[in-house]
């Protein structure tokens, strides 16, 4: 004697394979979308770690001249 609900369970189990394809297809490109972004922002990762070396360096710079003090005598002058 045959499964009655075997028909049922081989299309729905045909349904479910086609579905996880599709998945996983859409899986593949996403990473693929993402590896671009990655590629794409690494640019701006290195302009920001040069911009900020660039910052630390004209503050330390700034901080050794003592130039970053309030020149009190000209704020006493302005008043």
Not at 37 to 63: F, G
Request: aromatic share 2%.
């Amino acid at each position: 004697m045959e499964n009655p609900h075997a028909e049922k369970q081989a299309i729905l189990l045909e349904r479910i394979i086609k579905n996880v394809e599709k998945c996983n297809e859409l899986i593949t490109e996403l990473n693929k979308c993402v590896k671009q972004i990655s590629i794409a922002n690494e640019d701006v990762n290195q302009t920001a770690d040069l911009a900020t070396r660039y910052r630390k360096n004209v503050q330390y710079n700034l901080d050794a001249m003592d130039l970053l003090k309030p020149n009190t005598a000209l704020d006493t002058e302005r008043r």
